[in-house]
């Protein structure tokens, strides 16, 4: 099988993002949306559907190492968009009740996000459950740099 090279997957993702925009000056608003929705709905259910398999034999045996925590953090991120995706096509389709609106679901994706970075934020370097010495480090700077934004952004939207 053929690799695809940085330079390939640099073009790609201009062409893709060229496509896009020529696509969002060309149709009206509301057409775009529901093509990116529905597009980004089945797309995220792919990459659930075809890492669950890994994800869950990564739990099962206890997602000690760092690829291991990779793989189940790749899928919970896919999993929580195809969440918020189907809540965006729900509200849609029912033209935004405050029910909805105002459900926790989208609290739930948030969530989801958060715990996946923090599996992300573990797993380089993850040897047999132990994070080496020079990782920590680097755990502890972003920590550092992560809690300072969290309690600005936090600060900064209170009344």
Not at 43 to 68: C, F, K, N, Q
Not at 132 to 157: D, E, K
């Amino acid at each position: 099988m053929k690799r695809i090279t940085s330079n390939i997957a640099i073009l790609y993702a201009i062409g893709g993002a060229a496509i896009y925009l020529i696509g969002w000056l060309a149709f009206p608003y509301e057409t775009v949306k529901v093509l990116i929705d529905g597009a980004t709905f089945g797309v995220m259910l792919m990459v659930t559907i075809t890492w669950s398999p890994a994800a869950y034999a990564a739990i099962r045996d206890g997602a000690r190492e760092g690829w291991m925590q990779a793989v189940v953090a790749v899928w919970l991120v896919a999993t929580a968009l195809l969440i918020q995706r189907t809540l965006i096509l729900f509200l849609t389709w029912l033209h935004r009740p405050d029910w909805l609106v105002t459900s926790p679901i989208a609290g739930l994706v948030a969530y989801m996000l958060m715990v996946a970075g923090l599996i992300f934020l573990v797993s380089p370097g993850l040897s047999d459950g132990e994070v080496p010495p020079r990782n920590r480090y680097y755990l502890m700077v972003a920590g550092f740099a992560g809690s300072l934004i969290i309690g600005i952004t936090i600060g900064a939207n209170l009344p």
